[in-house]
């Protein structure tokens, strides 16, 4: 073989070789990259993974707060049913009428047979010796007879109304049963029965709400009930004056 060609051979030789080990260094170091990108993006994917994850817990969570609270508003409305049931029955309203009455005094400070007395009615209704509900002492030797049967059916006509119009005459005799009340309670000998005798007669209803209505219908309500010295009053205000 001459030299010439021998040494061409060598040089081509060592020109493919120098070739294939620039290729294998290039495809080394982008493997060894390849590598790095991985290892520098997995705290990435891992604070990813682990949001996802929390994101499901949460999601999960709500649905079941979600599922507790249906159950919740659904005792919430069979328990207001049965109140608005219940309070339809004259007995039962008296009876609801009069513990809010003495939880009331209670909230005051009062206790019970020492501030305040309960009594029983005695007596029918247009006749006979009548009593309030509670008759509270107050300093100086005052007393106040308070009376919590004030009836609230038309009221709750107007809540389960089906239509304004009918929720607008369900509230005017609201209006009506609770003037006529305060005319009742005017007429009681309250100061006759009992010494030293009642400076008023408060009649007590157990929520502002069954005020705010009747006053929308009868706006000087408040007024004509002092006037013939009844004070209608709502657990706040009755606060305020115990």
């Known amino acids: 073989?001459?030299?010439?060609?021998?040494?061409?051979?060598?040089?081509?030789?060592?020109?493919?070789?120098?070739?294939?080990?620039?290729?294998?260094?290039?495809?080394?170091?982008?493997?060894?990259?390849?590598?790095?990108?991985?290892?520098?993006?997995?705290?990435?994917?891992?604070?990813l993974t682990r949001i996802e994850t929390h994101i499901r817990e949460i999601e999960s969570q709500r649905q079941h707060m979600l599922g507790g609270l249906e159950q919740q508003l659904g005792a919430l409305s069979r328990e207001t049913i049965a109140l608005s049931q219940a309070l339809r029955v004259p007995n039962a309203r008296g009876r609801w009428g009069e513990l809010t009455l003495r939880r009331v005094a209670e909230l005051a400070g009062m206790a019970p047979y020492c501030d305040f007395y309960e009594q029983e009615t005695g007596g029918q209704e247009g006749g006979g010796r009548q009593r309030p509900d509670m008759l509270v002492k107050l300093p100086g030797g005052r007393t106040l007879a308070v009376d919590a049967k004030v009836p609230l059916a038309a009221y709750l006509d107007a809540e389960a109304a089906p239509n304004a119009a009918a929720r607008d005459a369900a509230l005017a005799r609201h209006a009506q049963q609770v003037t006529r009340h305060v005319t009742a309670l005017s007429?009681?000998?309250?100061?006759?029965?009992?010494?030293?005798?009642?400076?008023?007669?408060?009649?007590?209803?157990?929520?502002?709400?069954f005020l705010a209505a009747a006053l929308e219908r009868e706006p000087d309500l408040l007024e004509r009930a002092l006037a013939r010295k009844v004070l209608i009053a709502t657990p706040m205000t009755l606060i305020s004056v115990l």
């Open 187 to 209: 007429t009681r000998e309250y100061c006759a029965q009992f010494q030293p005798a009642p400076e008023m007669v408060v009649l007590f209803l157990a929520g502002d709400h």
């Open 1 to 47: 073989m001459p030299l010439g060609t021998f040494l061409a051979g060598i040089v081509v030789a060592l020109g493919l070789g120098a070739a294939f080990a620039a290729v294998w260094f290039r495809a080394q170091a982008a493997k060894r990259a390849a590598e790095q990108a991985t290892e520098s993006t997995r705290p990435i994917a891992d604070t």
